[in-house]
């Protein structure tokens, strides 16, 4: 376990519709990364927000965004979601207090589905 | 850009038998290399890294990787599979463009024969 959950674990839903994937880091984590695992694109990173602020953004689709709440959860909105939406989205999280790398915790990942 | 190769789509070895995973890297500094391991189902989990220092490091589950400036590698390696070992292994190399994330390879799937 490593600490970080995501919920739901699965989403099924169609074509067109807005859905938000909820992710908690670790205990005394800052940053919150948003990855999307597909078979074709293999994993992606997407956005990364960093005690309540954006701070890069990768692959990420202008019909998606995140933003991370003062408790330091984060939420990632898909809308008009297409079938290529299909895919694992993971969450990870690092402390990120000194500039350099550490180690990033992913949570389990939610399977979306869309139809 | 900084890259990851890994040009191993799917491996097979008998239990018992040794392992090695390639990874190959671009990247014009000295990189920060990790490598992962996804089991079904699951998300991912760290197995080793490697920042500077000792080119040879040692990690979780009987692991171990080594970094070769000269070939761009951070090849994984195990001397004695088990089934459980059984996965997916991500070798990943961390970006300096703006924000410490991860540009990932595109994964090596492990099955073991009993």
């Known amino acids: 376990d490593s600490g970080v959950t995501q919920t739901p674990k699965h989403l099924i839903t169609a074509t067109g519709q807005r859905v938000t994937l909820r992710c908690s880091p670790r205990s005394g984590d800052l940053s919150v990364y948003w990855y999307q695992q597909s078979l074709d694109q293999g994993l992606q990173f997407l956005i990364q927000?960093?005690?309540?602020?954006?701070?890069a953004k990768g692959n990420i689709l202008e019909r998606f965004s995140a933003q991370q709440f003062p408790d330091l959860h984060s939420e990632l909105n898909l809308s008009s979601l297409e079938l290529g939406d299909s895919a694992l989205y993971f969450c990870?999280?690092?402390?990120?207090?000194?500039?350099?790398?550490?180690?990033?915790?992913f949570g389990p990942g939610t399977r979306l589905t869309v139809l | 850009a900084q890259s990851v190769t890994q040009p191993d789509i799917h491996i097979t070895v008998s239990e018992g038998a040794s392992l090695e995973l390639r990874c190959n890297y671009s990247?014009?500094?000295?990189?920060?290399l990790f490598w992962y391991v996804q089991s079904p189902g699951q998300g991912l989990q760290l197995l080793l890294k490697y920042f500077s220092g000792d080119t040879l490091v040692q990690g979780i589950k009987g692991f171990e990787a080594e970094f070769k400036r000269s070939q761009s590698s951070f090849n994984l390696r195990k001397p004695s599979v088990h089934w459980s070992d059984a996965a997916e292994y991500f070798c990943?190399?961390?970006?300096?463009?703006?924000?410490?994330?991860?540009?990932f390879g595109t994964g090596t799937r492990l099955k073991v024969l009993a």
């Open positions: 990943a190399v961390g970006s300096t463009s703006g924000t410490y994330k991860y540009i």
């Open positions: 927000y960093y005690n309540g602020e954006e701070r």
């Open positions: 990247y014009g500094a000295t990189p920060y």
């Open positions: 990870a999280s690092s402390v990120d207090r000194a500039e350099t790398y550490n180690e990033q915790f």
